[in-house]
Structures are given as structure tokens and as C-alpha cells.
């Protein structure tokens, strides 16, 4: 199996797109992260789905997480306004990474590795063209692709 045949059509977003609708995106097919795009449509950032829930929740409770349980559920039901006028940009880790990227002939194994050292939910497969220009071919998520080598394990 190569990265090309793995990687499958997946939501992307970009530093501008807004941070709700990421977070809508992201909840409506649940996804472990988006990946973030640049100008160009290369792959720039992965905004996990973590880091947009660490947004929801104030820096005071995160500094004490006792003090969770003393909010009550009518202010809890508004932390998503946390994220009203924020982008995806502003969601993202200050020294977020690159996201890795995989070639389209790379392996299964090249890829489960990559993802592996990076500790990334998904890793965006991109074809360079040799007049310096990419094409984004897919994603090809954790659970994807532990899927399709479990299709594959001879064990029974």
C-alpha cells in the first residue's frame, strides 16, 4: 500500500477560516483535527481537536481544574462564544509545527512511522511537481490507516 492509494479527501481550513465554523466542521464529521492550509494550499498547520476544546476552556480553570466544578451548567453551555470572532489562526499553539507529510510513493510503514515520531492524528499527502509546485492528494488519518493494515493482518 502506498501513501497515494491510503490518503483519502479530507476537510481543510485555513488560518483565516473562522474558529467556530472549524470547530462546527470538526464536530459535524467527527474528526480528530483539521488541517490548516496556507495561501498556496499547502499544508501549513494541524489544529487538533484538543487545542480547539483547550480554547472553550477559561485559562483560570485550566490553572486550576478544581474550579470547574463550581461552574455551573448555564455558564458552561456558553464556552463555545469563547471562540466568536477568533480564526483558526488564533486557535493554533504559538509554535504550532509543520504538519508531516507524506510522499505519494511512500509506504504504509513510512507513513505509520512519520505519524509515529510526530505523534500526529493524520498526515497530508502532497505530490511535488517539479516546477516547485505541490498538490494536497489527501489525508490519511490514524484510524484509517491502522483500518486498512488490520484488512491485511493474516492472523485471524
Known sequence: MRARDL?????TVTVHTDALE???LMAGHRLPGLLVLDGQGAPKAILPAS??????VPEYVIED???AAVIDEKHADRLCAALSGRTVGDCLPPKAPAPPVAAPDDTALEVAALMAQQRSPLVAVVDQHED?????LGV???????DRLLEVDPTP
Open 132 to 136: 516547485g509546485s505541490s498538490a494536497l
Open 22 to 24: 472549524a470547530a462546527r
Open 65 to 67: 481544574p478544581t474550579l
Open 140 to 146: 490519511i488519518t490514524a484510524v484509517h490507516l491502522l
Open 7 to 11: 490518503a483519502v479527501q479530507y476537510e
Open 51 to 56: 487545542q480547539m476544546i483547550r480554547m472553550l
